[in-house]
């Protein structure tokens, strides 16, 4: 059974930096492809980053240069930095997986962390 834990979310002022943690347990390996999603309070659900088997990283406009994604294969852990915070990045962040490996879009997804609460005020 997979289980995904996110935590490191909290309350900071506009352009500061927080670093989120997804630990990964259960059947998921290097070969899954990981994602991180947010959802603000009234808004779609939207993707933030992904991370592939060989290591490239994907990133949403809105985030770009702002937030990295990273992995520790030892670990079975995966981390979002992120940086230059704005207020509408304030949402609750998820940690997700794809349970086929290799597959990597977010149609792929099938397995979801709870979520950490991130806000941001100006």
């Known amino acids: 059974q997979v289980q995904l834990v996110e935590s490191g979310g909290g309350s900071v002022q506009a352009g500061g930096s927080l670093r989120l943690s997804c630990a990964a347990s259960g059947p998921i390996y290097s070969s899954n492809c990981m994602f991180w999603f947010r959802q603000a309070t009234g808004k779609e659900r939207e993707g933030v980053a992904s991370?592939?088997?060989?290591?490239?990283?994907y990133y949403f406009d809105s985030v770009k240069g702002r937030f990295t994604i990273s992995r520790n294969y030892g670990k079975n852990s995966v981390y979002l930095q992120m940086t230059s915070l704005k207020p509408e990045d304030t949402a609750m962040y998820y940690c997700?997986?794809?349970?086929?490996?290799?597959?990597?879009?977010?149609?792929?997804?099938?397995?979801w962390g709870q979520g950490t609460q991130v806000t941001v005020s100006s």
């Open positions: 991370i592939y088997p060989g290591g490239s990283t």
């Open positions: 997700a997986a794809a349970r086929i490996p290799g597959r990597c879009t977010q149609e792929s997804v099938e397995y």
